[in-house]
């Protein structure tokens, strides 16, 4: 039994779910892995089905009935993790956006260096962003620096989705109390784990933008992120003063 789970939410990721399952389980360390398809309509799950026969008892699918978010999709994971005792619970995306190689550098932070969570950083040493056009890559790393700024966590790339956690930190939150479905919810998994007193560390890797498959990247993504933020402050000071 391994003790350690990599979560990766997929929608329609035919072109990239083989790839990314066969490189994770290529890696040294043991991982097993869940995905947690939303009903993808071009076969996802059926690749994923498939895949099942040949990595038998590592290899699990969590179907969802339809779209209810990434964060939403996490929790779930997160909460299966749980009930299945794994020690170490990874954030991952289906694109190769996040190299599945740098899951051994997330993994030996929070093992070895005791760190409650392991963030794969694009920013914590310059900025390590490939395929991007140069507008967004502004967007981003200024809404990092305006979260860091507001919610005063000691992190500087807050919306990334490429992510340890050590069981400890999963246990002690109280998942019906997260709000946020889209990339605000990686900022107040982040603020959460920071206010519960865990150690937090930045790991470098470089995102590289996928290059098969659509984005998900919405407007409505982003506003939520911007103005999350700013919720999440208040119900922190309203919290403080009750």
């Known amino acids: 039994m391994s003790e350690a789970l990599v979560v990766i939410p997929t929608y329609n990721e035919k072109e990239n779910i083989e790839r990314i399952i066969r490189t994770v389980f290529a890696l040294h360390s043991d991982y097993h892995v869940l995905i947690v398809d939303d009903n993808s309509p071009d076969g996802t799950?059926?690749?994923?089905?498939?895949?099942?026969?040949?990595?038998e008892h590592k290899l699990f699918l969590l179907p969802r009935a339809g779209k209810q978010g990434l964060g939403t999709a996490y929790l779930a994971g997160f909460s299966w993790a749980l009930e299945r005792n794994y020690q170490f619970i990874f954030e991952m995306d289906a694109d190769f956006s996040h190299d599945p190689k740098d899951l051994e550098l997330l993994y030996k932070t929070c093992k070895e260096e005791q760190f409650g969570m392991a963030i794969g950083s694009r920013y914590v040493k310059g900025v390590n962003v490939v395929n991007w056009p140069m507008s967004r890559v502004l967007l981003s790393y200024f809404a990092s620096r305006y979260v860091r700024i507001i919610?005063?966590?000691?992190?500087?790339?807050?919306?990334?989705?490429?992510?340890?956690?050590?069981r400890e930190v999963l246990e002690k939150?109280?998942?019906?109390?997260?709000?946020?479905?889209?990339?605000?919810f990686q900022i107040e998994m982040k603020f959460i784990t920071h206010k519960l007193g865990f150690k937090i560390k930045e790991v470098p890797v470089i995102f590289t933008d996928r290059t098969l498959g659509t984005s998900k990247m919405s407007?409505?993504?982003?506003?939520?992120a911007v103005f999350g933020v700013l919720k999440l402050k208040l119900r922190s000071l309203l919290r403080r003063h009750q």
């Open 45 to 55: 799950q059926e690749i994923v089905k498939h895949l099942q026969g040949e990595y």
């Open 151 to 166: 919610l005063r966590i000691p992190v500087e790339d807050t919306t990334a989705g490429f992510v340890c956690f050590r």
């Open 173 to 184: 939150m109280n998942f019906k109390k997260i709000r946020f479905v889209g990339y605000a």
């Open 219 to 224: 407007s409505g993504i982003i506003n939520e």
